[in-house]
T-cell receptor, first 111, second 115 residues
């Protein structure tokens, strides 16, 4: 049973056209994370929610926004995607003191 | 500043041999957790093992063990009896309590198991 679900798995967008990636979880975990992972690199934390508290990384571009309307769902909005934003976007969750559970990722292509 | 260092970009190991993947970290938080993840070419992130900063014993999970040396701030992963399916990227990660459970990853080590 899928526990962290990301939709879509593959997303193609045009340069400058807003795009939203979604993540949902069935684990009722209080922490949710968004990572950007480029080829052959480590996942880079963009932001995370601890319950409703939003924690933005200092080097996350303003172009990236996030929403968490409830415990189960979290969205990543890219307001004006550039070619450099093409990457795999990973969503993860964890319960206090436990390991992270990752979704399968959304691969974003920017044309 | 780099909080997690993995000094081995690539490693080779003979099938059935043991291999150690290095990880050092930097934190001033007394309460933290250390993780190892495996990422095969398929892209999924697979949790392997966890070590809490207050755990007295080194963590073990099947063929995986974590050599935790707190004073040296190192958390090396040991894989015993390597298998061909162990070929993948391996990431060390750290969670800091005072950062609202923020989890960051090291640069990774690419492991190749040779038949």
């Amino acid at each position: 049973d899928a526990m962290v679900i990301q939709n879509p798995r593959y997303q193609v967008t045009q340069f400058g056209k807003p795009v939203t990636l979604s993540c949902s979880q069935t684990l009722n975990h209080n922490v949710m994370y968004w990572y950007q992972q480029k080829s052959s690199q480590a996942p880079k934390l963009l932001f995370h929610y601890y319950d409703k508290d939003f924690n933005n990384e200092a080097d996350t571009p303003d172009n990236f926004q996030s929403r968490r309307p409830n415990t189960s769902f979290c969205f990543l909005d890219i307001r004006s995607p550039g070619l450099g934003d093409a990457a795999m976007y990973l969503c993860a969750t964890n319960k206090k003191d436990n390991e992270q559970f990752f979704g399968p990722g959304t691969r974003l292509t920017v044309l | 500043a780099q909080k997690i260092t993995q000094t081995q970009p690539g490693m080779f190991v003979q099938e059935k041999e043991a291999v150690t993947l290095d990880c050092t970290y930097d934190t001033s938080d007394p309460s933290y957790g250390l993780f190892w993840y495996k990422q095969p070419s398929s892209g999924e992130m697979i949790f392997l093992i966890y070590q809490g900063s207050y755990d007295q014993q080194n963590a073990t999970e099947g063929r995986y063990s974590l050599n935790f040396q707190k004073a040296r701030k190192s958390a090396n992963l040991v894989i015993s009896a390597s298998q061909l399916g162990d070929s993948a990227m391996y990431f060390c990660a750290m969670r800091e309590k005072t950062s609202y459970d923020k989890v960051i990853f090291g640069p990774g080590t690419s492991l190749s198991v040779i038949p």
